[in-house]
């Protein structure tokens, strides 16, 4: 598998304090790779440094090969990379469909490419399309989530970078999140995925890698991540 994403020697900082100290990776074509680690190990820090959102003191972020540094957020969305941030921020006041037409408007503005999209949403998670003209803010925690990951997949992202989309929902709808995830990147797209719930990811996940305070402490595969009981202590919090 030839490598969609190309991190080398990432360093980001929020004024004087370094929360990524020298981060390299990998993310493969077609790949789900798991981001893991405690609280503050710098996690959201790399997602929002690869979209953009804060800008490398040092390194390198490539897609295709094509150096992603010091391009602005909207420009990364448009060479392929979605971001959906934690806590699922949608569009109270605006209906599902609405919000959904907006996730795609940020990429092309033809009625076509946002109703293929919208059908593409509804078709995945066919309880957005039940509630297509209902207001955002008055859906469930899950479904929320699930109208945020759809609305970062009307730009038709090559890599979709998830931020713990299953905080602070139900077992039964995390798994339910899981299964949607994993049946987006069954149909093409790339994921990198954030979680605290690793168990969880490293079910769903080909490779997994662990910060620890602004540092990869490993990288491997799921199946020897979630096999290994003193990584799954020393790190995951199980
Ligand atoms: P969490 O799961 O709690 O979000 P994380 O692994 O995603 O954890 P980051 O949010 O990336 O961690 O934070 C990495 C480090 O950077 C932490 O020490 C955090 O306190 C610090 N940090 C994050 N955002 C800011 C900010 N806006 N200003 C200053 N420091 C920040």
């Not at 405690?38 to 094509?66: C, F, M, Q, W």
């Not at 979605?82 to 209906?95: K, M, N, Q, W």
């Not at 076509?112 to 999209?117: C, D, K, L, P």
Request: include cysteine; hydrophobic fraction near 40%; aromatic fraction near 4%.
């Amino acid at each position: 598998m030839s490598a969609l994403l190309t991190i080398h020697d990432v360093h980001s900082f929020y004024g004087k304090i370094e929360a990524l100290k020298g981060i390299s990776l990998e993310v493969r074509q077609g790949e789900i790779v798991a981001l893991l680690g405690s609280n503050g190990a710098g996690k959201s820090t790399t997602l929002k440094t690869i979209s953009g959102l804060v800008s490398p003191g040092g390194g390198d972020i490539r897609l295709e090969g094509n150096s992603l540094v010091g391009k602005s957020p909207h420009q990364i969305v448009e060479a392929g990379v979605v971001h959906v941030p934690e806590g699922r921020r949608i569009f109270a006041g605006l209906t599902v469909r609405e919000n959904l037409e907006l996730g795609g408007f940020t990429q092309r503005k033809d009625r076509a490419f946002i109703a293929e999209g919208i059908e593409r949403a509804f078709t995945l998670f066919p309880r957005l399309r039940e509630r297509s003209g209902q207001l955002g803010g008055t859906l469930s925690g899950g479904e929320q989530q699930m109208l945020a990951i759809c609305r970062g997949l009307m730009a038709r992202p090559k890599l979709l970078m998830l931020d713990e989309p299953s905080m602070g929902l139900a077992p039964i709808i995390v798994q339910e999140i899981m299964q949607i995830i994993k049946e987006i990147n069954q149909q093409g797209t790339t994921v990198l995925l954030i979680e605290q719930n690793a168990k969880a990811a490293l079910r769903l996940a080909h490779r997994g890698y662990v910060l620890e305070t602004g540092r990869i402490v490993m990288e491997n595969t799921a199946e020897v991540l979630r096999s290994d009981e003193s990584i799954v202590k020393a790190y995951l919090g199980a």
